[in-house]
């Protein structure tokens, strides 16, 4: 049976690592982990692109958890919002990413090319 593949955004604060304060995790669920992503800002359908630092691969327990402390006192992470997505990622992490994010009533399209991302609405 297909399992559809999920994907979460992750508000994460207090991170020592971060001077800012807060950041953003997106992750995609990539066969037994999720391909991991940090973003300074929201993403926000048919804003502007944004830098997408690649980050280590992160535990499939993250797609479905509401809010919890990081492990080693690396701050706190809440959901912001998830749900499935739709098309291929490429088996080099590298390669450009373009996929159909879906959440309740929310559709739009993920690209990830030369580490900025975008979101832009999906075109009937």
Do not use: T
Not at 66 to 79: N, P, T
Not at 97 to 111: G, S, V
Request: proline residues 4%; charged residues 25%.
């Amino acid at each position: 049976m297909y399992k559809q593949k999920r994907w979460v955004l992750l508000e994460h604060k207090d991170s020592p690592d971060d001077p800012s304060g807060v950041h953003f995790d997106l992750l995609l669920e990539d066969k037994n982990v999720c391909r991991s992503w940090r973003l300074g800002k929201k993403l926000v359908v048919d804003g502007s692109c944004q830098e997408a630092v690649p980050m280590p691969a992160h535990r499939l327990k993250w797609l479905s958890v509401s809010s919890a402390e990081v492990s080693g006192g690396r701050g706190f992470a809440k959901r912001v919002m998830g749900g499935v997505f739709y098309g291929d990622l490429p088996m080099n992490e590298k390669d450009s990413i373009c996929i159909e994010l879906r959440a309740n009533q929310f559709l739009a399209n993920l690209e990830i090319k030369n580490s900025m991302c975008r979101l832009s609405s999906v075109k009937s």
